[in-house]
């Protein structure tokens, strides 16, 4: 049973446009969620968290949006840049749930920034 | 440079070997995970140290498999009677706060 789903294997963006990133979630027990890119041949690297208190976090061309009711979140990019092309993990945990903040992976969205 | 490592970046081994795979994580961080990822897949746990305490293994985790982390610094993934299924990458990640991980390079591992 997958709690998380990203459920575009794959997104094109233009150079300079919005790239929106969707994740869901079932488990109402995630209470942080967080976004990872990945390059080939690399680790994840971490991006941007959002904490189930908030509905927003914005960090430079970063924001992360979140819809509890909807559970559901989304990661936004603007303006998109070549570099942005990777590979992007939305992830979830749960205090509550587990101590040791074990983290609970999407499947993962290819960004691909069109010149 | 002070961020998660990990050592070999690479293993090719034969079906029925032995291999073991290191992690040193950022030295301040207690928290140390392992998780293994296979293609088109996001990472899926195997296990967690606080400090030098294995407190937690997925159920991912067979007999074959098993993590030490002596003195709580780096960390070290054996891997006995290697199947083909194995082969992945294995990634490690350490933490201070718990939510925030960082990852290391990663171990790809292909079994022959």
């Known amino acids: 049973d997958q709690q998380v789903k990203q459920n575009s294997p794959s997104l094109s963006v233009q150079e300079g446009r919005i790239s929106i990133l969707n994740c869901d979630y079932t488990?109402?027990?995630?209470?942080?969620f967080l976004w990872y890119k990945k390059y080939p041949a690399e680790g994840p690297t971490f991006l941007i968290s959002?904490?189930?208190i908030k509905d927003k976090n914005e960090d430079g061309r970063f924001t992360v949006f979140l819809n509890k009711s909807a559970k559901h979140l989304s990661l936004h990019i603007v303006p998109s840049q070549p570099g942005d092309s990777a590979v992007y993990f939305c992830?979830?945990?749960?205090?509550?749930?587990?101590?040791?903040?074990?983290?609970?992976w999407g499947a993962g969205t290819k960004l691909i920034i069109k010149p | 440079d002070t961020g998660v490592s990990q050592d070999p970046r690479h293993k090719i081994t034969k079906r029925g070997q032995n291999v073991t795979f290191r992690c040193d994580p950022i030295?301040?961080?207690?928290?140390l995970y392992w998780y293994r990822q296979t293609l088109g897949q996001g990472p899926e746990f195997l296990t967690y140290?606080?400090?030098?305490?294995?407190?937690?293994k997925s159920r991912l985790l067979s007999d074959r498999f098993s993590a030490e982390r002596p003195k709580g610094s780096f960390s070290t993934l054996e891997i006995q009677r290697t199947e083909q299924g194995d082969s992945a990458m294995y990634l490690c990640?350490?933490?201070?706060?718990?939510?925030?991980?960082?990852f290391g390079p990663g171990t790809r591992l292909t079994v022959l």
């Open positions: 488990n109402s027990m995630f209470d942080y």
């Open positions: 140290f606080q400090n030098e305490a294995q407190l937690e």
């Open positions: 990640a350490s933490s201070l706060r718990g939510n925030e991980q960082f």
């Open positions: 992830a979830a945990s749960g205090r509550s749930m587990d101590s040791n903040y074990q983290l609970i």
């Open positions: 959002i904490s189930s």
């Open positions: 030295s301040e961080h207690n928290r």
